[in-house]
């Protein structure tokens, strides 16, 4: 965990218009705390990437177990303050998790229930969800300071050639826990995103 990076990214959020445009109008986010949620509890972002955040709403609509309430696929920026991150893309973010997990197998463990998993489809990640919040809840317990931010790599969709390493749909995810490391929203231009 760190304040290393830069302080300032812009992130972009898929949603439904009509609630972007409340938030746009004033409303707050509202935090994600699905029990698949990749980078536990938050408000989710797409970093540098709004055609991404685009996508995403638009793939919402065709998903068949999805909740989403998206109808009219919408996305809008927002200017983030990582300040405290748990960081996946470092080797000292790795390890915090890595702990985690081993907390997390000795109580699961000892309470003689299965660990939850990842399902295959990689979009849900019970385990991954289940891991980072409990890093929270260790940092709480512990008296430790709360992380703002968490920010991991995800690589998904298919190689973008044959034998690539480098797959369509691979992102930075940010998921902000604490709602005043976002500094502003705003409307995402559609050169952006065409």
């Known amino acids: 965990m760190h304040a290393l990076s830069s302080s300032f990214v812009l992130g972009y959020h898929g949603c439904d218009k009509k609630v972007g445009e409340k938030i ?16 536990g509890s938050g408000i989710y972002f797409w970093e540098a990437n709004p055609k991404r955040g685009l996508e995403f709403a638009r793939e919402l609509i065709g998903r068949k177990k999805s909740k989403s309430k998206v109808a009219d696929p919408f996305v809008i920026g927002a200017v983030i303050d990582l300040r405290l991150c748990l960081d996946l893309t470092t080797s000292a973010g790795i390890a915090v998790v890595r702990s985690a997990y081993e907390s997390l197998e000795g ?8 660990i939850p998993i990842n399902n295959n489809d990689g979009l849900r990640r019970n385990l991954d969800c289940a891991v980072i919040n409990l890093t929270h809840e260790i940092r709480r317990s512990n008296k430790e ?3 703002d931010t968490v ?3 995800f690589i998904e969709g298919g190689p ?3 034998g690539a390493g480098f797959h369509e749909k691979t992102h930075i995810q940010i998921s902000v826990r604490n709602p005043d490391c976002i500094k502003g929203v705003f409307r995402v231009s559609n050169n952006l995103i065409a």
Do not use: C, H, Q, V
Request: hydrophobic share 35%.
């Open 107 to 114: 109580f699961m463990k000892k309470a003689d229930k299965p």
């Open 24 to 39: 746009l109008a004033g409303e707050k986010f509202r935090p994600s705390e699905n029990e698949y949620d990749w980078l």
């Open 145 to 147: 300071a709360e992380i």
């Open 160 to 162: 973008i050639y044959p």
């Open 151 to 153: 920010k991991g790599i």
